[in-house]
């Protein structure tokens, strides 16, 4: 019985097992595939990194390199052309001082065995050098190739490398002692440097250990000055000992006779045990190619660095399909027992979604509404507000105009600052008032505008004049500007007021005059508000007739807009400053854009200040 039943599970099953084997299998086959994909990617990409970032280190060692030697030479001109040597005075004390202080001076930034100077002969007068050390003066240096250069070309000379006596090889820089006068050019000797190659290089960078990242250094005669390999220091590259050992590589002897011409280069190639990453990058010196530098990096170093990654990678994932197999394959046997509790929840939890969300559609419609009486109670309030506040205005002007009889004039008197206060305080509640009627009007699309043909710049200048306390108009054939100053709280501002690319004669628009009017008297006190003393407000009005607009720009070089307002600058109760209900701005825009304009705001590039405009289209057009 027991073992029918049991044979009955599997062969009711069959679907479970048949699922169980294909998520044991599909998961792994995947992982392996995905993981090799993976492995090759991550290995291409560190490697590219690392070519990139071994670029740039070739470059900037040549760099480093042609800055020193450039310094040397430099230094060695200004010790040529120093008062007592350029007079022949080779062994003074005060040329034998100047001397040590040179060599003190090179030797801080770059390693030097001595400096030197010799006479028209070749024959050293001076030598500097650290103590313990051989001293070569009067010893005759005319068999030396650069000494002869230095003296035939009269020019500064870098030396091949050289064998010294210690058996250390070396390079010399010098630099010539000319005398000019009026019959020629006369040479009397040297000053230079000699620069042990190992320490000299061993600066920039490892030229001893060829198992990890190292330099090595080429001369224009691809004489290598500094590798690892010590016994292919001082021999050609492109010689038999050298190619014997690279195997004579013809990609290799490319890629170096690339960079000894001058240009950077790249290679990947075999050389002795193993692969390597070179990048190579020349060195000038006066516009030629004096050396090459080539830093040249083992890839298994590169590989290396990732491999333990990979590997604690390839374990972990692993360890996670394994994981959720595992799990897998548990849930399925517990969703075969449990799917019709399952199919219960799902069933309680729709009608629960249902309910839900006849509750929100219920909630969002009471919102509606909400927002429909909020709307109609601040129309009706403003609309409400506008005849007491018409009325408090006109008494507080009847109670400022008491002076016909001398009881009227001393009540007027004793009552002065109240009924400015109440007159004040009065038409800053009716222009409250008569922005949220405005905005509420435009909320609806209940604006009616009064379109008709005026000009605009006959506006503005009715507007400014409202604005100034004093004028001045200069007038040419294309320009005119008026300038204004204008007293706002206390403060005194300048109001320049001009036009561009505008012809004689009106700028005609159409439109509603008044709202246009309160838009640019917005703008003017925005400018006005966010100045400081003795600061200018300009007007702009810009006619551009090609393409059929014009455009009017105010700036001012106060505080500028704080850069988390200005996207959100024209849209309601957004204020720069904590007076005022924060839709001036707002409605602007609904004017001048049911004007089919646009209107604009930004920060001045000079950081001082910012400029509102707006375009409105020219009646013409």
């Known amino acids: 019985m027991r073992k029918g039943s049991f044979l009955s599970f599997f062969t009711a099953n069959n679907s479970v097992i048949i699922a169980a084997i294909l998520i044991i299998i599909i998961p792994l086959s995947l992982y392996f595939y995905f993981q090799q994909e993976t492995e090759s990617s991550i290995r291409n990409s560190i490697f590219e990194q690392q070519k990139q970032n071994q670029i740039g280190s070739s470059k900037a060692i040549a760099t480093h390199l042609e800055s020193d030697i450039e310094l040397i030479l430099s230094r060695l001109q200004g010790l040529a052309s120093s008062p007592s040597i350029m007079n022949g005075d080779f062994t003074s004390n005060v040329t034998k001082t100047l001397l040590k202080d040179y060599y003190k001076i090179i030797n801080s930034s770059t390693p030097v065995d001595r400096v030197f100077l010799q006479d028209k002969y070749g024959v050293s007068v001076l030598d500097v050098a650290p103590p313990d050390t051989i001293n070569y003066t009067g010893i005759n240096f005319s068999f030396r190739e650069w000494v002869n250069q230095t003296k035939n070309t009269l020019s500064p000379v870098i030396s091949d490398i050289f064998l010294g006596i210690d058996d250390k090889n070396r390079i010399a820089m010098t630099y010539p002692i000319v005398i000019k006068n009026i019959s020629g050019s006369y040479y009397i000797g040297l000053v230079g440097a000699v620069i042990p190659t190992s320490e000299f290089f061993n600066f920039y960078g490892n030229i001893y250990d060829i198992q990890s990242q190292y330099l090595a250094v080429l001369d224009n005669n691809s004489t290598q000055l500094a590798h690892p390999v010590s016994s292919f220091v001082g021999k050609p590259f492109f010689g038999k000992y050298t190619q014997n050992l690279t195997g004579q590589n013809e990609n290799l002897n490319n890629f170096v006779k690339t960079v000894l011409s001058g240009h950077p280069s790249t290679i990947i190639y075999e050389f002795m045990n193993g692969e390597r990453l070179n990048t190579g990058h020349p060195v000038f010196i006066d516009g030629i190619p004096k050396y090459s530098v080539f830093v040249v990096t083992p890839t298994s170093i590169i590989y290396s660095t990732v491999d333990n990654i990979i590997e604690k990678e390839r374990l972990q994932m692993l360890s996670l399909i394994i994981g959720i197999i595992a799990a897998v394959l548990l849930l399925i046997l517990y969703l075969n027992r449990v799917n019709v509790t399952l199919d219960k929840a799902v069933k309680k939890r729709t009608a629960e979604l249902e309910d839900a969300n006849l509750k929100l559609e219920s909630a969002n419609k009471h919102i509606k509404i909400h927002d429909d009486m909020q709307k109609e109670f601040i129309n009706m309030a403003a609309h409400e507000l506008r005849n007491p506040v018409q009325s408090l205005l006109g008494f507080s002007d009847i109670l400022g105009k008491l002076n016909k009889r001398d009881e009227e004039k001393r009540i007027a008197l004793q009552y002065k600052d109240a009924i400015e206060a109440i007159s004040r ?55 005119y500007v008026k300038s204004n100053s204008v007293i706002h709280n206390k403060h005194k501002h300048v109001i320049d007021f001009s036009y561009i690319n505008n012809p004689p004669g009106p700028i005609v628009v159409k439109g509603d005059r008044a709202y246009l009017t309160q838009v640019m008297a917005n703008l003017i006190d925005n400018a006005i508000e966010f100045t400081q003393n003795e600061c200018t407000v300009k007007i702009i009005i810009d006619k551009v007739v090609d393409e059929g607009k014009v455009i009017v720009t105010i700036s001012d070089n106060g505080y500028g807009i704080h850069p988390d307002i200005l996207p959100l600058l024209f849209t309601k109760y957004v204020k720069k400053s904590r007076g005022g209900a924060g839709l001036s701005l707002y409605i602007s825009k609904k004017i001048i854009e049911a004007h089919s304009g646009e209107i604009w705001a930004n920060n001045n590039d000079n950081g001082k200040g910012a400029t509102f405009g707006f375009s409105l289209p020219l009646e013409d057009q």
């Open 425 to 479: 305080s009065s038409k800053r509640l009716k222009r409250l008032v008569d922005i949220i009627f405005d905005a509420t009007q435009l909320d609806n699309n209940l604006l009616i505008l009064n379109k008709e043909s005026f000009d605009l710049k006959d506006m503005t200048e009715q507007l400014v004049t409202k604005y100034q306390t004093h004028d001045m108009l200069t007038n040419d054939n294309k320009t």
